[in-house]
């Protein structure tokens, strides 16, 4: 199959009337798309992922009034999160009407949906009569792409079409939530901080998704995981504990001084956490690339987006 990258959103969206998968720009990262109620192509996201067969999947609709075509028992604070956040970078998990087919919600009660705040991929959804299930278009356990370039590195040959949106702006995965009356369940940190949550919800009781079931496989140690080994921590430990080996650096907003370093990405000269989420899997791809026996991240300032940061390299870690 040859797969072809452009902006033509009518002909992605013919493709993906035939059950075929399309790769879509988003604000968080490209996913790998297809009509989320036709149950052979979802199938085709799974076999071209690699993906295990219980991984549900974010529904992508273009506005929150269509929601309740696919969910049922929406809560109040749903609503009034959706009115600030989206279209953006927040998937709500709901109870899923029947019409959301079970390959889609891995056979589960729920249906995680998002508005994402591209205007393409937008444009694409207006056009279509279904939803988009799409997982980042990155194989299984990988880093997700960022760019049209990254996803035909790892998918050329495999699917027909990639939607050009240019770079995500945002960088990282969406924030996943559970609402229960006032309760906030976070199942996976994301491009929403739990500090703009907290703006918008000030009364609600937010708390990280317990570690006793996983709930969300956002969850599950080793994801976004480059070839090389990486370490996440302290840097001036990190770089004594390595210091004898080839070295690939990741830091936020300086570079640090050591030996036999092949490589370093600074994420934000600037001390913003925004653009250094932005930055983050690009600099990893390239640092994974540089031929370094190790990859050494530093731990990111503790608030913001740098909770995701830290989440992604925790998980990325060894
Ligand atoms: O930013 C994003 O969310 C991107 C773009 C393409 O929208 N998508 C993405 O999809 O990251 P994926 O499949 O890589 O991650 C979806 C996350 C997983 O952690 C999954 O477990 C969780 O959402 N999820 C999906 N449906 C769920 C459900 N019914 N209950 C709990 N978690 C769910
Ligand atoms: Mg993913």
Known sequence: MQTITGTDISF???????????????????GLAANALNTEAVLKIYE????PLFNPLIVHVHDVKQFEKYAKEIPELVYKLAEKFSPGPLTFVLRKKDIVPDIVTGGGETVALRVPGHPLTLGLLKQLEFPLA?????????????????????????????????????????????VHGNEIELLRVGGVSIEDLYLVAADADIHRAGDTTIKSPGQLKSHYAPKTTLYHGE????????????????????????????????????????????????????????????????????????????????????
Not at 156 to 167: A, E, Q, S, T, W
Not at 278 to 306: C, Q, W, Y
């Open 12 to 30: 992605a969206a013919e493709l993906l009337r035939k059950g075929e998968l399309v790769a879509i720009p988003t604000e968080t990262v490209y």
């Open 48 to 51: 071209t992922k690699g993906r």
């Open 134 to 178: 799409a997982p980042s278009a990155n194989p299984f356990g990988y880093i997700s792409p960022v760019n049209a370039w990254h996803v035909k590195e790892q998918l050329d040959g495999k699917i027909p079409y990639i939607l050009d949106g240019g770079n995500c702006m945002v960088g990282v995965e969406s924030t996943v939530i559970a």
């Open 235 to 318: 840097m001036k430990n990190l770089m004594l504990r390595f210091r004898e080996l080839k070295k690939a650096v990741l830091s936020f907003d300086q570079k640090y001084p050591g030996d036999h370093i092949v490589a370093e990405e600074v994420l934000s000269a600037n001390g913003d956490l925004k653009e250094a989420a932005r930055n983050l899997f690009t600099a990893m791809r390239k640092l994974d690339e540089s031929g370094a026996d190790v990859i050494l991240a530093e731990k990111f300032p503790d608030h913001g987006l740098g909770v995701a940061i830290n989440d992604r390299l925790e998980r990325a870690s060894a």
